[in-house]
């Protein structure tokens, strides 16, 4: 009589189960923080992108206006820091409020007079890694009551010297910070400003810069000790936060000479 064989199969015990779960763990940590950095890397890629042609819409603007980089609206007082003498992410001024209306109603700020002559595309106005989402929030009210803002923080009139304060493209000239001398050469950068909300705001979180600078070249900085940022002690008294601004663009134009932003001198507050 045929003896009939059955194959048997063993199944796994808890044991094993339990080995696979942790080989399967142990894969997941290790791989996560590497996608993490692809990712981030992607994103600055993309964010140095949309700079470079920020760049070349910049170089267009002047080509096409006698020279001048493009500007937001003069100012009507010495403290009119809604102007284009200082910088900005701001690329279009709506009201205001009740408490405070705006200085200079709908009319396109900084980079957003880009908008309306050689780069009409939003998304570029738009880092990737800005941690407050503003291509979602921001681009929708350009053109409304509303203020929009961008991910870059744009140069405009900012800094410069007095024999360039006309703001012409090829003659930005240079500034004294006490011996030594420091060419402008920067025209946008990621915006960073670490002061308590609504001031907060990031792109890259704050780690790494992508600057734009006035040949079109587009540098990555570490952004140690904040040196790319407005640092959370200028919010404490508002007076000092145009001097800040006035540093953070002396440490990107410093920084395309030697490669070092943070070693760049130290501005003397004016009193």
Known sequence: MPIRCHAYRRAFTLIELLV???IIALLVAILLPALGRA?????????????RQIGLAIQAYAVENRGFIPRGPSPLSPYDFSSNQMATNQIWSGDGTPDFPATHPHEYFGLGRLLVTTSPAEKLFYCPADDNFN???EAPRIGTTADAYGSYLYRELDQLPPESAAGVLDSLGSNRVGDILVRVETLALDTNS??????????????????LSRDGSVRRYRNRDACLALPASAFANPATIP?????LLTNADYAYATGAPAAAPRLVASQ
């Open 20 to 22: 696979v779960v942790a």
């Open 39 to 51: 990712r981030g890397s992607a994103r600055l890629a993309v964010c140095g992108s949309n700079l």
């Open 135 to 137: 291509q979602i929030q």
């Open 194 to 211: 670490l002061g308590p909300a609504p001031y907060l705001h990031t792109n890259h979180a704050a780690q790494q810069v992508n600057v």
């Open 243 to 247: 001097t800040a601004v006035d540093q």
